[in-house]
């Protein structure tokens, strides 16, 4: 057994201000002091327990933040209003202008915007890399380099990060490690493989139920406290807080996670294969012959699959849509971007998420225009599921 952090989430314990099994949510802004004193303290982040205004901290969201922090056995962590607002922010407080970032060239559509086109306002360059050929990443780092940024597993590509070989390149060469783990909570914890910083769009699998966005940042208690530092802390400053309300409601969802992590998997393990059985040109990290499939059993924890997200390559984007709307239009599920909902979600990626990728650098990571990308639901029969996209396979001119 590696890590449990399914066991982490069941042991958390956090009661309401009447005995409530869940925890009291605290919707105010500000925050009463018996004495000037304390409120100093607490300004200067010296005051356990105390809280000072919510865009600092909000008790909600601690509750939310600390229970990321222990899935992921971090020491620490924060919540934010969106998964931009985490990416963004965790990246903004470990560079500084004129500083150098080694990147995945495969990563979220909105996460390459920020980096190959918004970062350049500040004079930070950001070298684009096949994230799985490990001598690249090594060949792109600088002297001013300070970060290695990667997903887990790349959105949409599906490709999977050497957590633990990236984190020997990091520290030997004195920058950090971030880690987007959106696609595979549970499945992956790279804080216990080697990663500095792990950042998650709560909106897909954790949420679970697509009612809202949000995002989370976990590390160390330094670095966490640096981002809310209120003179230079870049959450603090640039603001991007989540509602209590809806922390409140994230983590009952996440008290699932694991349940409904292993169903998407063991559905997109049979879709997966029954694609293969077809001849359709599929890409499942499950699969035996996919490039990250030994190193992904050597680096995810036991129980969770290999995950709900699903590539097939229907070539051209007419065949692409084709497919998407008869899948529609029969009940497959829904034409829609975005991920980990209990129903079925597909996209054609190079025309939606990844569309923010220049098509000259989409075709040089290998992604067809044909592409679709499923982010296969919790369906209870998925036999029958299979039938009904076969049909529409069928009916494709
Ligand atoms: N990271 C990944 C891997 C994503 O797929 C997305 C959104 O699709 C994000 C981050 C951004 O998250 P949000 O939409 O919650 O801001």
């Known amino acids: 057994m590696k890590y449990n952090p399914a066991k982490k989430i069941q042991d958390l314990e956090h009661f309401g201000e009447f005995g409530g099994v869940n925890p009291s949510i605290t919707d105010s802004a500000t925050y009463t002091f018996m004495?000037?004193?304390?409120?100093?303290?607490?300004?200067?982040?010296?005051?356990?327990g105390c809280f000072l205004y919510s865009r600092h901290w909000n008790p909600t969201n601690k509750?939310?933040?600390?229970?990321?922090?222990?899935?992921?056995?971090?020491?620490?962590?924060?919540?934010?209003a969106s998964g931009m607002g985490a990416i963004t922010c965790a990246i903004l407080?470990?560079?500084?202008?004129?500083?150098?970032?080694?990147?995945?060239?495969?990563?979220?559509?909105?996460?390459?915007?920020?980096?190959?086109?918004?970062?350049?306002?500040?004079?930070?360059?950001?070298?684009?890399?096949?994230?799985?050929?490990?001598?690249?990443?090594?060949?792109?780092?600088?002297?001013?380099?300070?970060?290695?940024?990667?997903?887990?597993?790349?959105?949409?590509?599906?490709?999977?990060?050497?957590?633990?070989?990236?984190?020997?390149?990091?520290?030997?060469?004195?920058?950090?490690?971030?880690v987007d783990n959106t696609f595979t909570p549970m499945i992956f914890t790279p804080a216990q493989l080697g990663a500095d910083i792990v950042v998650?769009?709560?909106?897909?699998?954790?949420?679970?139920?697509?009612?809202?966005?949000?995002?989370?940042?976990?590390?160390?208690?330094?670095?966490?406290?640096s981002l809310i530092d209120v003179n230079d802390g870049t959450s603090m400053l640039l603001g991007p807080v989540l509602d209590p309300l809806r922390s409140s409601s994230i983590l009952k969802n996440l008290y699932t996670l694991?349940?409904?992590?292993?169903?998407?998997?063991?559905?997109?393990?049979?879709?997966?294969?029954?694609?293969?059985?077809?001849?359709?040109?599929?890409?499942?990290?499950?699969?035996?012959?996919?490039?990250?499939?030994?190193?992904?059993k050597s680096m995810m924890n036991e129980d969770f699959g290999f995950g709900g997200m699903i590539t097939i390559d229907m070539e051209t984007s007419e065949k692409a849509n084709q497919l998407m709307e008869l899948m529609e239009e029969k009940g497959v599920g829904y034409l829609a971007v975005s991920l980990g909902y209990f129903k079925t979600l597909f996209s054609c990626s190079g025309k939606s998420t990844s569309s923010e990728v220049p098509k000259e650098i989409q075709e040089k990571m290998g992604m067809s225009e044909g592409l679709v990308r499923f982010s296969v639901g919790l369906d209870n029969d998925i036999e029958n599921t299979f039938d009904v996209i076969s049909e529409c396979i069928k009916e494709i001119k």
């Not at 004495?35 to 356990?48: I, N, R, V, W, Y």
């Not at 070298?127 to 597993?153: G, H, Q, R």
């Not at 769009?201 to 949420?207: A, C, E, G, I, P």
């Open 35 to 48: 004495q000037a004193g304390t409120m100093l303290d607490t300004f200067k982040g010296e005051a356990e």
């Open 63 to 80: 509750y939310l933040a600390d229970a990321m922090a222990a899935m992921e056995g971090t020491e620490a962590g924060w919540v934010t």
């Open 93 to 178: 407080q470990v560079v500084n202008a004129g500083d150098h970032i080694v990147s995945s060239m495969t990563t979220y559509g909105g996460t390459f915007a920020f980096l190959h086109n918004w970062l350049q306002k500040f004079n930070i360059e950001v070298s684009f890399v096949d994230i799985t050929d490990l001598d690249a990443v090594k060949a792109a780092i600088k002297p001013n380099t300070k970060l290695i940024y990667t997903e887990t597993m790349t959105n949409p590509l599906l490709q999977i990060s050497d957590v633990p070989e990236l984190s020997k390149i990091a520290k030997s060469n004195n920058c950090k490690l971030m």
């Open 200 to 225: 998650y769009s709560l909106t897909k699998f954790v949420n679970g139920k697509n009612d809202c966005v949000a995002g989370a940042i976990c590390g160390s208690a330094e670095y966490i406290n």
């Open 258 to 296: 694991h349940i409904r992590m292993k169903q998407h998997s063991k559905n997109a393990e049979y879709l997966s294969a029954k694609f293969k059985e077809i001849g359709l040109k599929v890409g499942y990290p499950g699969l035996a012959e996919h490039k990250g499939y030994e190193l992904m």
